[in-house]
């Protein structure tokens, strides 16, 4: 009914960039908060950036300063600008967002399928 799909992942070297985007579909009432999430190789899911209805933004200290978290409210989607790229930013990035589902009382966490990041040379 409500789905999250991840796109803008891809093959860069040190220091590129990439623009990951989230769009929601389905019987949505409203965005709450957003986030991005990431599993890398051997590792944990980890919690990349957070932002809230308004806007503001919150993020990993391994984030800060390179990645920007922004949305579109008006076309139910978040960004993610991943600038100054490094090796160890390889993963599967994951979008989760809290929504209100119409006529569903409480809002429920969804997830995507996630986009795949490499960063190598």
């Known amino acids: 009914q409500v789905h999250l799909v991840e796109s803008g992942g891809g093959l860069v070297q040190p220091g590129g960039s990439l623009r990951l985007s989230c769009a929601a579909s389905?019987?949505?009432?409203?965005?709450?908060?957003m986030a991005w999430y990431r599993r890398a190789p051997r590792k944990q899911r980890e919690l990349v950036a957070t932002?809230?209805?308004?806007?503001?933004?919150n993020y990993a200290d391994t984030a800060k300063g390179r990645f920007t978290i922004s949305r579109d409210n008006a076309k139910n989607t978040t960004y993610l600008q991943m600038n100054s790229l490094k090796p160890e930013d390889t993963a599967v990035y994951y979008c989760?967002?809290?929504?209100?589902?119409?006529?569903?009382?409480?809002?429920?966490?969804?997830w995507g399928q996630g986009t795949r990041v490499t960063v190598s040379s």
């Open positions: 389905g019987s949505i009432s409203s965005l709450n908060d």
């Open positions: 932002i809230t209805t308004g806007g503001s933004a």
């Open positions: 989760n967002a809290e929504i209100q589902v119409l006529h569903v009382v409480n809002p429920l966490p969804f």
